[in-house]
């Protein structure tokens, strides 16, 4: 009996970090912030527990700044239609999101848009979003 509660226990305690290291949406994003920026794809990455577009934005004085866009994990994505080939480097879209409580280009976004008005959710964690529920 000793030995399978010191199992259980080493057991648990491998997977508990990674329980406690998940944030919550209104930890790190800001509900009252909301983004819809335009800009060119630069990379994606397929993930978990949350995929990442890379854009580069475009702002009013010229100057571009890459933006990190949290998704939800690579399985959440494709289960909503997402596919690899859909992000390659170049792509127009348009996100929508809210920012980072920390004020860095970076949102966590609930859709993305192309050019031909394919609109993809992104799966966000914010409870509050209508398309969350998708």
Not at 28 to 38: A, G, L
Not at 99 to 127: E, H, M, V, W
Request: aromatic share 12%; with cysteine.
């Amino acid at each position: 009996m000793k030995r399978f509660c010191l199992i259980l226990a080493v057991t648990g305690s491998l997977f508990a970090g990674s329980v406690f290291a998940h944030h919550s949406f209104t930890a790190e994003y800001d509900p009252k912030k909301p983004v819809k920026m335009s800009g060119k794809v630069t990379e994606m990455k397929w993930s978990n527990p949350h995929g990442w577009i890379y854009v580069d934005v475009v702002g009013a004085d010229g100057k571009v700044t890459n933006w990190a866009l949290e998704t939800s994990g690579a399985n959440g994505l494709y289960r909503r239609g997402w596919r690899k080939e859909d992000m390659p480097a170049g792509t127009e879209v348009l996100f929508e999101g809210w920012q980072a409580r920390n004020g860095k280009p970076a949102a966590n976004i609930s859709t993305i848009t192309f050019k031909d008005g394919r609109r993809l959710f992104a799966g966000t964690s914010n409870s509050a979003d209508p398309s969350s529920k998708q």
